[in-house]
């Protein structure tokens, strides 16, 4: 009897150290995914506030490209800090779009394209987007740890207990893979 309790006792003792790692290795690992969209938040951020001097910039030059630019301001005229964090992710796929095609403006434009604030702001977000992609690829390398650890049995039971539920990767949109098409 004593030996069966004991046993008991010990298959009861693992199940309580195993919930208790499972528990610390997921709240370290949510917190891993708050840095890493706190650092790509940062570059998200960055860009944000540059996009008016770009838009400004563009209209005087491209006076009859008036709805991409209205569609870029008008993304843009969110409040950002008060943007949830999936907000702030379909947000900026869209303000990626925008972008995307206000640079292509720039060719059809020579006197665009060789003033110096324009340089400077597309030189400032060449810059930022490729921090942003750095930051997101380090992101969803964190997000796939977390999510791993989340889905795999038997965690998966554990996990839900704990509130922690997979998180979302910062994926391209099917509009952002294709090539940008500026038409007159």
Do not use: C
Request: charged share 25%; net charge neutral.
């Amino acid at each position: 009897m004593l030996y069966v309790f004991l046993g008991i006792l010990a298959v009861v003792i693992l199940i309580l150290i195993y919930i208790l790692t499972l528990y610390n290795g997921l709240v370290r690992l949510n917190n891993r995914v708050k840095e890493a969209f706190s650092t790509m938040d940062v570059y998200l951020k960055k860009r944000w506030d540059l996009i008016p001097n770009l838009v400004e910039t563009v209209k005087g030059y491209a006076k009859h490209e008036k709805g991409t630019l209205e569609e870029v301001i008008k993304l843009r005229n969110g409040a950002y800090d008060s943007m949830t964090d999936e907000e702030k992710i379909e947000t900026n796929a869209g303000l990626s779009r925008g972008i995307s095609r206000i640079m292509a403006l720039a060719e059809s434009y020579p006197d665009l394209k060789a003033n110096q604030n324009f340089m400077d702001l597309s030189g400032q977000l060449s810059k930022i987007e490729e921090d942003i992609a750095n930051s997101r690829k380090y992101y969803n390398a964190v997000v796939k740890m977390f999510n791993d650890k989340v889905e795999v049995f038997p965690n998966n039971l554990f996990a839900g207990m704990f509130g922690r539920r997979s998180v979302a990767m910062f994926e391209t949109s099917a509009s952002e893979r294709e090539n940008v098409q500026v038409k007159f």
